[in-house]
């Protein structure tokens, strides 16, 4: 009887020793993300066998993105436009608009991320080439810019890094916003505000619907765009608004001060045309958005608004 349950107990041991070792190597599996499949904000999906170890990136914001991730050395192209210091290192395929897709197909990708404008008809090629494409856009909303974080992680087979980094951001964006709740700011009183995105030749500006429409409201700013959709806005009604603060590009407020058509807005006299780094703040979805929020709100809140 005694040697009937030692046998057991041995047995019940190696059992146990082997659903560790199973669950074990299934961790370290997923750790290195084989067989994963993700979802991507567009309803698609996809699956993977392995962790992508060949990466075009098709955004700035991407690029951006995967080398804060530590993915960095899984980018093998980048646009013209990725100007993350490391990525500069990385041979380019062309812009957004015109990717090179003979570039891309000898890069030999096992994944293509593409984001905002990336083209549809480049992505079809490559699907059909049996290359996995994966788009990470959400004009709507700041929740989108954590969620193009975390599939980003997700893709890269960073997900632990991906997540941390969403929250990261998004911490520092509540953050910012809680701080200008409290009684202190009680009278404050929003600061019109315009976004000059483009001008001259017509004028394009962040709608309400926009993340960084969001950015601007979440800051404390009152975008005179807020109830328009997309990204461009009549000039009878921005004179007409006559905001008490414009934004522009880095090197933009002398010239944009003396095109035509803008030398009589209040904030063009009163010197309230600030310059914001718009390339890697606002204009890419990403995790200095929450820097830009940051920003805006000391602007919004200083004594720059006063009078």
Not at 136 to 165: P, Q, T, W
Not at 203 to 224: K, R
Request: charged share 30%.
């Amino acid at each position: 009887m005694k040697r009937t349950r030692k046998i057991w107990a041995l047995l019940l041991c190696a059992a146990m020793l082997a659903g560790l070792s199973a669950c074990s190597g299934k961790a370290k599996e997923e750790e290195k993300g084989a067989g994963y499949t993700v979802e991507l904000p567009d309803g698609t999906s996809l699956k993977f066998e392995k962790v992508p170890e060949r990466i075009v990136s098709m955004g700035p914001n991407i690029t951006d993105i995967l080398f804060k991730l530590g993915a960095g050395d899984q980018v093998v192209g980048r646009t013209d436009y990725c100007d993350y210091p490391e990525a500069l290192k990385v041979p380019s395929v062309g812009t957004v608009y015109e990717p090179d897709i003979e570039a891309i197909i000898e890069l030999k990708p096992d994944l293509v991320i593409g984001s905002a404008i990336f083209s549809e008809d480049a992505g079809k090629r490559l699907t059909e080439l049996g290359i996995p494409v994966a788009v990470l856009y959400d004009s709507g909303n700041m929740d989108g810019v954590y969620e193009i974080i975390r599939k980003a992680g997700e893709l890269a087979g960073k997900k632990e890094e991906g997540n941390r980094l969403a929250e990261e951001t998004k911490k520092l964006a509540d953050d910012t916003i809680a701080k200008y709740q409290g009684e202190e700011y009680a009278d404050f009183v929003r600061p019109t505000v315009y976004y000059a995105l483009d001008y001259g030749y017509g004028d394009y500006t962040a709608g309400g619907d926009t993340f960084i429409g969001q950015l601007i409201a979440a800051a404390g700013g009152d975008n005179i765009a807020q109830d328009i959709e997309g990204w461009s806005i009549d000039h009878e009604r921005l004179v007409e608004a006559d905001p008490k603060i414009i934004l522009v590009r880095l090197g933009e407020a002398e010239k944009f001060c003396k095109t035509p058509g803008y030398e009589e807005l209040g904030a063009v006299k009163n010197g309230r045309v600030y310059e914001i780094d718009a390339d890697h703040l606002l204009d890419r979805q990403g995790y200095r958005n929450a820097e830009a929020l940051k920003q805006l709100a000391e602007l919004f809140h200083g004594e720059s608004t006063e009078n």
